[in-house]
T-cell receptor
């Protein structure tokens, strides 16, 4: 148990669906992250929020829309996804968004787009 | 090109054997992390190394950092089936300098370890 909870654990959706991934951290951290992990590729950083403000957006398609309503919750809204978006989506948090900060990861949402 | 290269990509060892996983960075390192991942699950933090020559151990796992070579190694002694999983190295790289600097944590592709009982 890392203190970071992600739901759902598995999600299957069609290309026309709209769904959301949820992440909640109980660690009192101030920075939260979305990562994408595809087969045979390194973890890709998608978004970073620090003190509820988006501070990094790494050229992610607009069909992915993050939301951070408070420092404990992070959402990833999905719409009109493509099959190549199928991957494990990992949420992480850290005390601050600084060098040397340890990231705590959730268990991930395994997403399949049909 | 890949910023962090891990080798080997996969490893199968007999229980009780020692093994080493390497991580090499193409950029200057400002801290290196080792994580372990069970298939389809999140990453579990193992160790963080920040200074050249630093070595840390946890149970039967030892990690070292060679800052000059921009490399780190993870060594497992007397491997057990519980050590099986994917080991990922992550490193802080400087992406912009503005005052205190801006760092991004990037990861290698991982090394898949299987331990045969």
């Amino acid at each position: 148990e890392t203190g970071v909870t992600q739901t759902p654990r598995h999600l299957v959706m069609g290309m026309t669906n709209k769904k959301s991934l949820k992440c909640e951290q109980h660690l009192g951290h101030n920075a939260m992250y979305w990562y994408k992990q595809s087969a045979k590729k390194p973890l890709e950083l998608m978004f970073v929020y620090s003190l509820e403000e988006r501070v990094e957006n790494n050229s992610v398609p607009s069909r992915f829309s993050p939301e951070c309503p408070n420092s404990s919750h992070l959402f990833l809204h999905l719409h009109t996804l493509q099959p190549e978006d199928s991957a494990l989506y990992l949420c992480a948090s850290s005390q601050f968004r600084e060098r040397g900060e340890k990231l705590f990861f959730g268990s991930g949402t395994q997403l399949s787009v049909l | 090109s890949q910023e962090l290269e891990q080798s080997p990509q996969s490893l199968i060892v007999q229980e009780g054997k020692n093994l080493t996983i390497n991580c090499t960075s193409s950029k200057t390192l400002y801290g290196l992390y080792w994580y372990k991942q069970k298939y389809g699950e999140g990453l579990i933090f193992l160790m963080m190394l920040q200074k050249g020559g630093e070595e840390k151990s946890h149970e039967k796992i030892t990690a070292k950092l060679d800052e000059k070579k921009q490399q780190s190694s993870l060594h497992i002694t007397a491997s057990q089936p519980s050590h099986a999983g994917i080991y990922l190295c992550g490193a802080n790289h400087l992406i912009a300098y503005s005052g205190a600097g801006s760092y991004q944590l990037t990861f290698g592709k991982g090394t898949k370890l299987s331990v045969i009982p």
